[in-house]
């Protein structure tokens, strides 16, 4: 089958796309991207494809996280050695806590575009075209900010390449070095049980590697990690342009990321998404809610991976605390005896999501624990594999989410609310999920 067009796929009808105003500029910023250099390599997400048939087969736990929206403002070295830290500092915990290899998939150089659930925005009378994120539009409220304009998805290429590169070189450098466990603990010990909790881990680190080390045993997996990137596959003109066709292969991959995903809101098995999604080899995700059916899931599976290959599907599942019991075991039981190859992620994020009295978006901390472990008991049930988180968090001590150890309340989410879409954990209550969900692996095992 030939690799759809770009006029193919809007004659779909695809939803959640900006509507620009200047169809030459889309296409002079659609024709430079097409020149830009890729941001990851087809190898690479191969490699990810691979891990992540491992998390399929109940082998190994999947940790993603990372922003709700990224920012072009956002992009500095600090901000992404805190998301890299908070990120390596759960993936210790889920490993030696509880003893389970993690694919390890940041949320992170490419997560610039949002789906709205209305396309327009109004404050104090005045109605503007709704924020859909950096790569669209500007968050201003301002008419001139909110006009959709193609030319910042070259700006969405150089940050995520941008942040890419310090990602690799934080990396490379030794800043993911099993050693460095204590400094990624540095100014949280003191501030938190669950820092606390983490270096007395460290501790136990060091000694098994200390052990390691007298023995003779000291293995290059202790002293680097495998990171991935991940982030939705929304904005058309973007997703088409980064597809490249593989020498190696003769197939297509999606080279603004190793790993991407079809939202609920663009899920459709027809559409456009699907559609463009279906012809790349990358490792997919799918987001799936409360109104998706045994079928509806099923079909999706038949036309992103015809071929049943493991590794190549992930269902995300966000139910919301208060569903995840009822909606899941019916999906979970009618994919599996279909016999398909997926790995089973758990969203606790977005069916979770309120308006507080004060006007912000928050979630308790408490409602994605129990959606998460609501998660772990249907696969205990069916006797089926938990197979991941995906988080949004940051790595700054934002406070967007009330509850967790630090007992946030509403009153508390105007300190330091930062996030411009959703509400994120911030590092405390990311350390504190790891530490739950470590527990909930472990207690599988016993």
């Not at 007992?407 to 350390?431: A, F, K, T």
Request: charged share 25%; hydrophobic share 40%; glycine share 8%.
């Amino acid at each position: 089958m030939s690799f759809p067009d770009l006029a193919s796929l809007h004659a779909l009808n695809p939803a959640q796309q900006p509507t620009y105003p200047e169809r030459a500029l889309v296409d002079s910023t659609v024709a430079q991207l097409r020149a830009a250099r890729p941001l990851v390599f087809a190898a690479e997400c191969d490699e990810l494809t691979t891990k992540l048939a491992a998390v399929a087969r109940g082998e190994a736990f999947l940790l993603q996280g990372g922003d709700c929206a990224e920012t072009f403002a956002g992009v500095t070295a600090d901000n992404t050695r805190n998301k890299l830290r908070v990120l390596l500092q759960m993936a210790v915990v889920l490993t030696y806590a509880a003893s389970v290899p993690v694919v390890k998939l940041g949320r992170l150089a490419g997560q610039y575009a949002k789906p709205r659930s209305s396309d327009l925005e109004t404050r104090a009378g005045v109605t503007l075209p709704a924020y859909r994120g950096d790569a669209v539009n500007g968050f201003e409220f301002t008419a001139e900010s909110r006009v959709p304009d193609p030319a910042r998805l070259l700006e969405v290429h150089r940050t995520s390449a941008a942040t890419l590169s310090m990602i690799r070189a934080f990396i490379s450098g030794g800043y993911a070095d099993l050693r460095q466990v204590h400094t990624w603990n540095t100014d949280f010990v003191a501030e938190s049980a669950a820092g606390q909790r983490y270096e007395a881990m460290a501790h136990e680190i060091d000694r098994a590697m200390a052990f390691m080390e007298a023995i003779g045993a000291d293995p290059d997996e202790f002293h680097h990690v495998d990171f991935h990137i991940s982030h939705e596959a929304l904005v058309l003109e973007y997703e088409h342009a980064m597809s490249r066709l593989d020498s190696r292969t003769q197939q297509h991959y999606d080279l603004s990321g190793h790993f991407v995903w079809i939202g609920e809101r663009t899920r459709q098995l027809t559409g456009a998404h699907v559609e463009l999604l279906s012809q790349v080899r990358n490792p997919i995700g799918v987001k799936l809610g409360p109104t998706t059916t045994a079928d509806d899931a099923i079909a999706l599976a038949g036309r992103l991976n015809p071929d049943n290959e493991a590794g190549r599907l992930t269902f995300i599942t966000r139910f919301g605390a208060g569903r995840i019991r009822d909606g899941l075991p019916s999906l979970v039981e009618k994919v599996t005896a279909a016999g398909l190859q997926v790995a089973w992620v758990c969203d606790p994020m977005h069916g979770n999501t309120f308006e507080a009295s004060s006007g912000y978006k928050t979630r308790r901390f408490d409602d994605v624990i129990e959606e998460v472990q609501g998660f772990f008991d249907v696969h205990h049930e069916l006797g089926t594999w938990p197979g991941g988180v995906h988080v949004e968090l940051t790595g700054d001590d934002v406070t967007e989410c009330v509850g967790g150890g630090e007992e946030l309340l509403e009153i508390d989410l105007g300190n330091r609310y930062e996030s411009v879409c959703d509400p994120r954990l911030n590092r405390v209550q990311s350390l504190e999920l790891a530490f739950l969900v470590a527990e909930m692996l472990r207690a599988r095992s016993v």
